[in-house]
């Protein structure tokens, strides 16, 4: 059975609602929890056991010793692709993905994000 | 009988979304025989597998395609999984039906957007896009992205549901119910949409069947095939659920069976999440992969998605296959193209939703002589003529 005008419901409906979009980035939605933005390294506990670097698909983390149980961690944030995998294989908890996702940038070299531990006092 | 004249369209045209070349044989406005190409978006991936691990690959395999990368990454993880003969617990199967019926509503909405726009029936399009929002919300919410969920891990899922999630998920579904209904409604009664669709691409059931169709292809030929029920994988054996069919064998048909589709999977995700076992939603596996080979089929939202692996023992696969809906569905596009107008070429070629870059396995080079030129390249001269030309640093 065929009746012209069965679209007609929503379109009537849609002059009363309001925008779907909002007005970024003055206004922003809200992020949900699971969202993978930007990994970070913590130095202070990471062993240097590379599980990170073997896990990673798509070579965008390194990680280098600059002395005993001193680390340096290099993300190549445009390669990377926030799937979150060296968070989940790093067995000290020492990079965690945070929510922050606004990264766009005209010179791709600003995305790499150096972070080193600093040399551990000797005692 | 009037002149024939041949019609090429492609690799690049403003009504292809992805590289692909069709050679039309017209005679007036009739098509009396097509043809087409593939091959402009051959990316090498099966051959990048092999140079990575099995986790590293997943994520590989879920940029397969845009649309469904679920069904490539869970295809993967389910052969693995079959080669290292290991169960993956009942939550994380439940987990996998959750997400891959949620894609396969996104998935369904888009075409309908999609379908609408190729008719000129565009307000059909801004609404089914609009409500796609919802449940792309929802693969956020539940996976951390819209595309590409990083959702699956080999012996399961990376994350939980958690309560919240779960509650915003079951409001999700009651606004995507109501609306599905109502694009229910329109592709079955507004006489705009079938007046534009009823007739156009017949495809007969004999037909669907010697071409091996699949999925929405075929069951908008009325040809009853799912893989969700004829060879359950993941949870679909305990979940009941309808197979939508159509005898009506054209565009309108394979709509009917979509938006059909659609409903059935807004059920399964409620009973999936009324039914969500508890327990872990991981097994442990280890990191190399005995030798063995396993075959994966899943039912993705266009039709039936294969993937074959064999693993040597090392961390790294030695072969992986994968044959995506689009080719299956292909050859039976010629068949519905045939005597059809020039005009309707969009919507049917649309109809059986292609995903032209998934299904591209190889290139072929044509001389000018009109022969093939065939080359064997290795892995480093195919590195050297990818994007990545040097290694990374
Ligand atoms: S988030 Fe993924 S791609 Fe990015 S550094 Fe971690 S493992 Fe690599
Ligand atoms: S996996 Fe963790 S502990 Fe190991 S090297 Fe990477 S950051 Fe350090």
Redesign the interface.
């Known amino acids: 059975?065929?009746?012209?005008?069965?679209?007609w419901?929503?379109?009537v409906k849609n002059l009363l609602r309001k925008p779907?979009t909002v007005l970024y980035p003055a206004e922003r939605m809200a992020i949900?929890?699971?969202?993978?933005g930007k990994p970070v390294f913590e130095p202070s506990t990471c062993i240097g056991c590379m599980m990170c670097v073997?896990?990673?698909?798509?070579?965008a983390v390194k990680i280098e010793k600059l002395a005993e149980k001193t680390f340096a961690c290099t993300f190549?944030l445009d390669?990377c692709?926030?799937?979150?995998?060296c968070a989940?294989s790093c067995p000290r908890k020492s990079i965690t993905m945070t929510h922050d996702y606004e990264l766009a940038c005209i010179d791709k070299s600003v995305l790499k994000e150096y972070k080193k531990g600093a040399p551990q006092q000797p005692k | 009988m009037s002149e024939r004249m041949i019609l090429p369209i492609g690799p690049q045209h403003p009504l292809l979304k992805e590289p692909t070349h069709f050679k039309f044989t017209l005679e007036g406005e009739k098509i009396v025989d097509a043809d087409i190409r593939l091959g402009y978006n051959h990316r090498g991936i099966e051959k990048a597998c092999e140079e990575?691990?099995y986790?590293?690959d997943?994520?590989?395999v879920e940029r397969i395609c845009g649309i469904c990368s679920f069904v490539h990454s869970t295809n993967f993880a389910q052969a693995t999984e079959d080669i290292l003969k290991v169960e993956i617990p009942q939550r994380a199967k439940y987990l996998r039906v959750i997400v891959g019926e949620l894609e396969r509503i996104h998935s369904h909405l888009l075409w309908l957007g999609v379908a609408g726009h190729e008719i000129g029936f565009d307000?059909?399009f801004m609404?089914s896009w609009?409500d796609r929002?919802i449940v792309q919300?929802l693969l956020?919410?539940?996976?951390?992205?819209r595309v590409?969920y990083?959702f699956n891990?080999i012996g399961g899922v990376?994350?939980d549901l958690s309560k919240e999630?779960i509650d915003q998920t079951i409001k999700g579904l009651k606004v995507l119910e109501e609306q599905t209904k109502?694009f229910a409604?329109?592709a079955t009664?507004?006489?705009?949409f079938?007046?534009r669709v009823a007739g156009v691409g017949y495809l007969p059931k004999e037909v669907a069947l010697s071409h091996c169709a699949v999925g929405p292809t075929a069951r908008g030929s009325g040809v009853d095939i799912d893989v969700r029920r004829d060879l359950p994988y993941a949870a679909y054996g305990e979940i009941p659920f309808n197979v939508i069919t159509s005898d009506r064998g054209d565009v309108l048909g394979r709509t009917i069976v979509r938006v059909g589709e659609t409903l059935e999977a807004i059920n399964i995700v409620r009973y999936a999440i009324e039914h969500l076992p508890s327990g872990p939603i991981t097994a442990k596996v280890p990191r190399k992969v005995q030798p063995g080979e396993a075959f994966s089929r899943y039912e993705a939202p266009r039709g039936e998605a294969v993937l074959y692996a064999r693993a040597n023992g090392t961390e790294k696969p030695d072969r992986i296959k994968v044959r995506a809906p689009t080719l299956a569905n292909l050859a039976s596009v010629r068949h519905t193209l045939l005597n059809q107008t020039v005009a309707d070429i969009p919507i049917i070629v649309a109809a059986i939703d292609p995903c032209l870059s998934c299904t591209d396995r190889t290139s072929v080079i044509l001389k000018q002589d009109g022969s093939p030129k065939t080359e064997e390249i290795d892995w480093a001269e195919l590195r050297k003529r990818s994007l990545i030309s040097k290694p990374?640093k």
């Open positions: 059975m065929m009746r012209p005008g069965a679209i419901r929503e379109l779907v949900p929890y699971a969202v993978r073997r896990d990673c698909p798509s070579e190549y390669r692709i926030y799937c979150g995998q989940e | 990575r691990t986790l590293q997943l994520y590989m307000t059909l609404l609009r929002e919300d956020e919410i539940i996976t951390g992205n590409n990083s891990t990376r994350k999630e109502y409604d329109v009664k507004e006489t705009t079938i007046g990374l």
